[in-house]
T-cell receptor, first 116, second 113 residues
Framework: AQSVSQHNHHVILSEAASLELGCNYS??????LFWYVQYPGQHLQLLLK??????LVKGIKGFEAEFIKSKFSFNLRKPSVQWSDTAEYFC??????????????FGTGTKLQVIP | DTGVSQNPRHKITKRGQNVTFRCDPI?????LYWYRQTLGQGPEFLTY????????KSRLLSDRFSAERPKGSFSTLEIQRTEQGDSAMYLC???????????FGQGTRLTVV
């Protein structure tokens, strides 16, 4: 069975600081990987996804993530955070298939607080 | 609003009562998913449908839980004889068949007292 670990539960940064949130997954086969964001009071939104191809994936709002297969990792990065990035971030994995989005396993989330 | 719609947004019920939640997916999305999210945890997969067929069901889904999608459009999730441990946010999402992204609703927050 697939699983996801997010090591940072709560991160506090000042505006303009760089961000890296860790995500490791456990699954022996091909995977599809996602980062979702949940702003306070809002629904989950997709930040970026990796299915195949270039392991460096660019998403919305200046976020990017790098898939490192040998490390089973998919860390999320942003060079310079803004106060509006304050949210909870979830890494998720889907056992890869040609059948599209199916059962997705989420990590426990990382709460990011950006201080102005 | 053409996003995923969930009703009600909040539900408070007494232990032992039955509750039913509704999810309206994005129009023409074949797949529909139910997740449960408790405090401090990420969403946990419960079940998913392709059209009206329920294709997978998590072991988390006890016999008290049942989900339906009778006409392949909206879905309902029913919890019978609710327990305090059922208190959680119930999330619904939808995606096109073979789509690579699911869109989430705002969820139904259930509190069992």
């Amino acid at each position: 069975a697939q699983s996801v670990s997010q090591h940072n539960h709560h991160v506090i940064l000042s505006e303009a600081a760089s961000l890296e949130l860790g995500c490791n997954y456990s699954y022996g086969g091909t995977v599809n990987l996602f980062w979702y964001v949940q702003y306070p009071g809002q629904h989950l939104q997709l930040l970026l996804k990796y299915f195949s191809g270039d392991p460096l994936v660019k998403g919305i709002k200046g976020f990017e993530a790098e898939f490192i297969k040998s490390k089973f990792s998919f860390n999320l990065r942003k060079p310079s955070v803004q106060w509006s990035d304050t949210a909870e971030y979830f890494c998720a994995v889907n056992a890869g298939s040609s059948g599209g989005y199916q059962k997705v396993t989420f990590g426990t989330g990382t709460k990011l607080q950006v201080i102005p | 609003d053409t996003g995923v719609s969930q009703n009600p947004r909040h539900k408070i019920t007494k232990r032992g009562q039955n509750v039913t939640f509704r999810c309206d997916p994005i129009s023409e999305h074949n797949r529909l998913y139910w997740y449960r999210q408790t405090l401090g945890q990420g969403p946990e997969f419960l079940t998913y449908f392709q059209n009206e067929a329920q294709l997978e069901k998590s072991r988390l889904l006890s016999d008290r839980f049942s989900a339906e999608r009778p006409k392949g459009s909206f879905s309902t999730l029913e919890i019978q004889r609710t327990e305090q441990g059922d208190s959680a946010m119930y999330l619904c999402a939808s995606s096109p068949w073979r789509g690579d992204e699911a869109f989430f609703g705002q969820g139904t927050r259930l509190t069992v007292v």
